[in-house]
């Protein structure tokens, strides 16, 4: 089966860094591109970072220079580290998993397979 389980979210201060793991299972995670998405209240999902099958990486222009994402193979999870986080970080964020060729952003609705999501707060 396949399947997708986010972890790492939480409450942190603003400036604070979370590094969220995306951990697969039911499939080999190193072909497929992995994207990261955040959804907060009112508004609609959003793309985060995506990583490809071959390394290649995107970011939302609001995470640029504050988000990182890389992929251990061995451990089948990849990992979003988030760090200077602001208020507007705020959200659900979650990760999916598909065959596809990454746009810039990365597209919710190229990807099929999701996780059920973790929450990330950012406030004082």
């Known amino acids: 089966q396949v399947q997708l389980v986010e972890s790492g979210g939480g409450l942190v201060q603003p400036g604070g860094s979370l590094r969220l793991s995306c951990a697969a299972s039911?499939?080999?995670?190193?072909?497929?591109?992995i994207g990261w998405f955040r959804q907060a209240p009112g508004k609609d999902r959003e793309g985060v970072s995506c990583?490809?099958?071959?390394?290649?990486?995107v970011f939302a222009d609001s995470v640029k220079g504050r988000f990182t994402i890389s992929r251990d193979n061995g451990l089948n999870t990849v990992y979003l580290q988030m760090n200077s986080l602001k208020p507007e970080d705020t959200a659900v964020y979650y990760c999916?998993?598909?065959?596809?060729?990454?746009?810039?952003?990365?597209?919710?609705?190229?990807?099929?397979?999701w996780g059920q999501g973790t929450q990330v707060t950012v406030s004082s």
């Open positions: 990583i490809t099958s071959d390394g290649s990486t």
């Open positions: 999916a998993t598909d065959r596809v060729v990454v746009r810039n952003p990365c597209a919710p609705a190229d990807f099929g397979v």
């Open positions: 039911g499939f080999t995670s190193a072909y497929y591109t």
